[in-house]
């Protein structure tokens, strides 16, 4: 098949500037295609190509797509790269899960979490900002500052390190240890909602990653106009980090409640489409002690959740250094669940994982900060004199 290619052009890309095709969605990839010179129709076809090479098989190697020619594979050489951004640090739990920091860029630093033994078989929790802006205040990320949204590519990353460090390439439907994604990590998903969108457009992609929509998970504070258009956009699940049941005490420990109260919050929940047994909202519900595990709490969140398709899943508080809560006694929380089973909802109690890492639920923090532009500036002035 002869393909015209406007050689003419010379990468104006240097090794050390090139971006990385790793974690595109398919349209970007043809933009980047069209860009090269060759035309739209020709463009959609090898964007087709370079994506089962990278979210299919995961090369980082554009010499193993044998299927491109030369020609093409010599100019994508010299204009791109396939990395993955760089692992800051990599840490195994003695229970197995398994957290990397992954640096984005100077100073832009997120992480991501896969729990083994979750979902059919494991869950990755990805995140979709580096910071966050809630200061919710049972979590330790709330403790570090919004440094910027992380992009619809740099989302779908955290999964490319995760199958590479599982070793699950080629992407295979049997045996997988990676199954579930689960939006719960760092940051806000519904304030950076178009780049969690086109992730998930890139991760159930059935010829790349190939993890249907209906094993990824997007949790929310409660963002409640988003949360309607969450589920045109995506046909996720939905789950809510709901952790109070009156608005006194949520307008306390999650603050967004003060904007969005209960009331717009569940009128947002029923409005998420196709509800039923087989799509039901998963509500978190971290259990602090004296603070909202009462039996009486229990009651008031079986009322809460009444005509809602719901599970919840109550999560024993792990803590942080410096956090101001303590974790419910065991007996209580099993009371509490108690309640909620009875009442005919699911209720599982999560166990703790990865704790001995900081990479359990609430634990994720990176030390990047944002910076102001007088900063920047000082910055950008200090290194031209060195």
């Known amino acids: 098949m002869k393909i015209e290619l406007d050689l003419s052009r010379r990468a ?31 463009a959609g076809m090898r964007a087709k190509q370079l994506r089962r090479w990278i979210h299919h098989f995961g090369v980082q190697d554009f010499s193993g797509m044998t299927d491109v020619a030369k020609e093409l594979r010599a100019r994508l050489e010299e204009t791109f790269i396939l990395t993955r951004p760089e692992i800051a640090d990599h840490q195994v739990s003695r229970d197995g899960t398994q957290k990397w920091l992954t640096r984005f860029g100077p100073g832009i630093e997120g992480e991501s979490v896969f729990i083994p ?28 500052k919004l440094v910027r949204n992380l992009t619809a590519q740099e989302i779908v990353a955290q999964v490319l390190i995760a199958r590479d460090g599982l070793g699950e390439w080629p992407t295979s439907t049997e045996n997988r240890k990676l199954t579930n994604i689960v939006f719960m990590g760092m940051g806000e998903p519904l304030y950076n909602l178009d780049n969690v969108a086109e992730a998930i457009d890139t991760i159930s992609d059935g010829d790349g990653i190939a993890i249907g929509r209906r094993r990824i998970t997007v949790s929310t504070a409660g963002v409640a106009p988003k949360i309607p258009e969450l ?21 306390e420990i999650v603050p967004i409640n003060r904007k969005y109260d209960l009331q717009m919050l569940f009128e ?39 005509g809602v398709p719901s599970k919840i899943n109550l999560i024993p508080f792990n803590p942080w250094p410096g956090s101001p809560y303590e974790c419910s006694d065991w007996a209580t929380i099993e009371s509490f669940a108690e309640v909620l089973n009875r009442a005919g909802y699911a209720s599982p109690i999560r166990t703790p994982r990865g704790r001995d890492i900081l990479a359990a639920c609430g634990q994720l923090r990176s030390e990047s900060v944002k910076k102001s532009a007088a900063e920047k500036r000082r910055e950008a002035l200090s290194a031209g004199t060195e």
């Not at 240097?14 to 129709?41: C, D, F, I, N």
């Not at 602090?288 to 009322?303: T, Y």
């Open 231 to 251: 589920g045109h956009r995506t046909n996720a699940a939905l789950a809510i980090s709901l952790h109070a049941t009156n608005d006194d005490l949520r307008n």
């Open 268 to 306: 947002a929940i029923r409005a998420y489409p196709d509800l039923g047994n087989s799509k039901r909202v998963t509500f978190e519900y971290v259990m602090l002690k004296g603070i909202n595990d009462s039996l009486a709490e229990a009651r008031d969140l079986v009322r809460l959740l009444k």
């Open 12 to 42: 104006d890309a240097t090794p050390a500037q090139a971006r990385s095709l790793a974690g595109m969605s398919l349209p970007a990839l043809k933009a980047e295609m069209e860009a090269l010179g060759l035309e739209p129709k020709k």
């Open 117 to 144: 033994d979750v979902g059919k078989a494991g869950a990755l929790c990805v995140s979709s900002q580096v910071g966050c802006t809630l200061n919710c205040t049972f979590c330790h990320t709330g403790t570090q």
